[in-house]
């Protein structure tokens, strides 16, 4: 069987990251449990990148001040409309997010990832930054952001 | 690829692979090494530093990051 069509992966992932409200996916008679989609979509730091299955070492406001960690009200908001429509199976952020530091990052940062706002979050993305920010670079004053476009996601190799 | 601009000045500088304020660490992933002075478009003559030396910065990530979906 080959891959999945593309237009389909649009389809999906267009479902998922654009939504603006909560919607549930049930599956069929043994398909497993049902899904709840919780917009918004946060971006959380890491100064460990995640896998595929394990979410990374989130930065935390002892190491990097200025940065709110946890689940679900950590991180910044991606708003209301998380990605753009997906086309060739990619899309990215529609927001500017932006974090002061008021302190040094004693602590870098190496990855990103994306959850959901469920009480108990749902993590979605995950990667690593193509330039990571390395330890005690960011002090107190200092921005650190995430230009409209520059979180991509990409669907194109299902 | 990193936007890193002096929030005092002019001053900025585009960093990504290649660029001399960069290093690989032990997971072949890029790190800014910044010094912040040496921004290529450098700081202006009256761009004043803080009173611990240093130039606030504003890091921007200009191209795409995170991972697959």
């Given amino acids: 069987m080959g891959m999945t069509d593309q237009g ?8 998922l990251y654009t939504s603006s409200t909560t919607f549930t996916i049930t ?17 959380h730091l890491y100064s460990t990148t995640g896998s595929e299955t394990t979410t990374g070492t989130e930065n935390v406001a002892g190491t990097s001040p200025g940065y709110t960690s946890g689940y679900p009200s950590g991180g910044l908001s991606l708003g209301s ?14 927001t500017l997010l932006t974090w002061t530091a008021t302190g040094t990052w004693t602590l870098g940062v190496a990855g990103i990832e994306v959850w959901d706002s469920a009480s108990t979050a749902v993590r979605y993305l995950w ?8 330890a005690s670079v960011v002090i107190s004053g200092d921005t650190i952001s995430f230009a409209i476009g520059a979180v991509g996601a990409s669907g194109a190799s299902w | ?47 004043q530093p803080d009173a611990n030396g240093n130039y606030p910065l504003a890091f921007t990530f200009l191209a795409p990051v995170g991972g697959a979906a």
């Avoid at chain 2, 690829?1 to 002019?10: G, V």
């Avoid at chain 2, 585009?14 to 910044?34: C, R, S, W, Y």
């Fill in chain 1, 81 to 94: 409309s998380a990605f753009g429509s997906f086309t060739s199976g990619a899309s990215s952020n529609g």
């Fill in chain 1, 127 to 134: 990667g690593p930054l193509s330039t990571a920010i390395g």
């Fill in chain 1, 8 to 15: 389909l992966v649009n389809k999906i992932l267009s479902a």
């Fill in chain 1, 27 to 43: 599956p069929g008679t043994g398909g497993g449990s049902a899904f709840t989609v919780t917009p918004p979509f946060r971006l």
């Fill in chain 2, 1 to 47: 690829m990193i936007h890193i601009a002096c929030q005092n000045c002019p001053a900025f500088d585009i960093v990504g692979p290649g660029h001399p304020a960069v290093t690989f660490d032990e997971k072949k992933q890029l790190h800014v090494l910044t010094d912040r002075t040496a921004l290529k478009h450098s700081h202006a003559d009256d761009c």
